[in-house]
């Protein structure tokens, strides 16, 4: 168990649609990271959240967002959801923030079907 | 930004066997992360290893900074490490993101 958890760990909705993806991040860890794997695309980073800030930005869509609380666990939000969307999301963690330096550590993934 | 490539692609081993992975990359890294994806999809951290050697029971790893590749060697395999490996690294090129390799599946026969 990595510590970082994720919720829910299914998700089948329909095109059109909104949904949340929630994440808590290991007990201390400051920066959140989201990731999409889908099998056309491997594993593509979304965005990355330190303290409550937005720290660095990578293929994200317009139709999603992302948010981290002051409490730490972030939220991504995906709207407008196509068929192209279904695809595992990915939570991962790490204690300061600096992805260029520290390891990272995944929650078990959401994932989504968008049907 | 940083490009990763992995070989092989796909690898199918008789469980006993040893195993090389291979990860290239295009431009200078502060950090390289080895993950195994099990068939269940968790991603779990194997090494951080930016440089040098490390070991961790039939698993070790070698990154080779300078010359922009790291290896991922698997001793007596067995059934459970089948699955994906990823390498993934990053740098100053594209502002400190992980950027993930497209893995190496590998299966392991009983």
């Known amino acids: 168990d990595s510590g970082v958890t994720q919720t829910p760990k299914h998700l089948i909705t329909a095109t059109g649609q909104r949904v949340t993806l929630r994440c808590s991040p290991r007990?201390?860890?400051?920066?959140v990271y989201w990731y999409q794997q889908s099998l056309d695309q491997g594993l593509q980073f979304l965005i990355q959240y330190y303290n409550g800030e937005e720290r660095a930005k990578g293929n994200i869509l317009e139709r999603f967002s992302a948010q981290q609380f002051p409490d730490l666990h972030s939220e991504l939000n995906l709207s407008s959801l196509e068929l192209g969307d279904s695809a595992l999301y990915f939570c991962?963690?790490?204690?300061?923030?600096?992805?260029?330096?520290?390891?990272?550590?995944f929650g078990s993934g959401t994932q989504l079907s968008v049907l | 930004g940083i490009q990763v490539e992995q070989s092989p692609p796909d690898l199918i081993l008789q469980e006993g066997a040893n195993s090389t992975l291979r990860c290239n990359f295009s431009d200078s890294v502060n950090n390289l992360q080895w993950f195994h994806q099990n068939p269940w999809g968790q991603l779990i951290n194997l090494f951080y290893i930016p440089s040098g050697t490390k070991q961790n029971g039939r698993l070790s790893a070698t990154t080779v900074a300078t010359e922009r590749y790291s290896l991922l060697y698997i001793s007596s395999s067995q059934t459970t490490d089948s699955g994906v490996y990823f390498c993934?690294?990053?740098?100053?090129?594209?502002?400190?993101?992980?950027?993930f390799g497209a893995g190496t599946r590998l299966f392991v026969k009983a």
């Open positions: 007990s201390g860890d400051l920066s």
């Open positions: 993934a690294v990053s740098g100053n090129t594209g502002g400190f993101k992980t950027i």
């Open positions: 991962a963690s790490s204690s300061r923030g600096t992805a260029g330096n520290e390891k990272l550590f």
